[in-house]
């Protein structure tokens, strides 16, 4: 019996081991939008039109309902496979697309990152404005994109010190007013054992702002 258990056990031990072992790549579903689609990601958007939509093509717009004629769809072509995720939009306003992320290991997460926008200037306050349901409006010009490591029990659009864990990239005052496919990096160990949220926003009052992700992954750190 004890035999037998100490059997079982060991192979257990053997198995686990190989399996950690084989786990160069934890698997973050769907970070590469080669669904088509945005499974695995939530979605939320304040302003008139505008939302995250997943495109194939730099040069159409996913949804020609949602687009700014006037300052048409040029964005480069999903920099991996065949999708990528991008803003597109018809009138100001603030689009999250986030998913929360749990640490179970020393992972790095990285992303490809992108922009393009009709001016020159990115306005960078710490402001995502106010949405009531219906209309959004904003005091100050803001104009940027940011990815964050948020706080999951806090709002979505939090910019609360506190619910901010860490910034992963954002857009400042100076910036080129466009940004070709860019690799980020950034590493999740010090939440380890805790659920992290990862938050993409992009916000506009001053032009069309296409913001681009692709390629979400995360590696074991070496
Ligand atoms: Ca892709």
């Known amino acids: 019996m004890w035999i037998a258990l100490v059997v079982v056990a060991a192979v257990a031990a053997v198995v686990l081991f190989v399996s950690s072992g084989l786990e160069d790549q934890p698997p973050l579903s769907n970070g ?24 194939e093509d730099g040069k159409n717009p996913p949804n020609p309902s949602l687009s700014d004629v006037d300052s048409p769809f040029d964005v480069p072509d999903p920099p991996q496979g065949q ?10 306003g603030v689009r999250f697309l986030y998913r929360d992320i749990e640490v179970t290991g020393p992972w790095t997460l990285h992303a490809i990152v992108f922009y393009e926008h009709g001016i020159e200037t990115i306005y960078d306050p710490l402001c995502f404005g106010n ?25 979505i659009y939090s910019l609360e010190a506190d619910d901010i ?7 400042q005052s100076g910036d080129p007013p466009s940004l070709e496919p860019t690799p980020v990096t950034f ?12 938050r993409a926003t992009q916000v506009d009052n001053a032009d069309a702002f296409r ?8 590696e074991w750190a070496d």
Not at 83 to 92: F, G, I, N, Q, R
Not at 165 to 171: D, I, M, Y
Request: glycine letters at 10%; aromatic letters at 16%; zero cysteines.
């Open 32 to 55: 590469d939008f080669e669904t088509g689609g945005l499974s695995g990601w939530s979605t939320e958007s304040w302003g008139r039109t505008g939302d995250w939509l997943v495109y």
């Open 165 to 171: 864990l860490a910034t992963v990239f954002r857009t």
């Open 83 to 92: 999708y990528a995720a991008v803003t597109d939009m018809e009138y100001s």
């Open 131 to 155: 949405f009531n349901g219906d209309a959004w409006f904003a005091n100050v010009r803001t104009q940027q994109f940011r990815i964050d490591l948020v706080d999951p029990q806090a709002p």
């Open 211 to 218: 913001a681009g992700i692709d390629d979400v992954r995360l």
């Open 187 to 198: 590493d999740l160990s010090p939440w380890e054992g805790q659920t992290v949220r990862l």
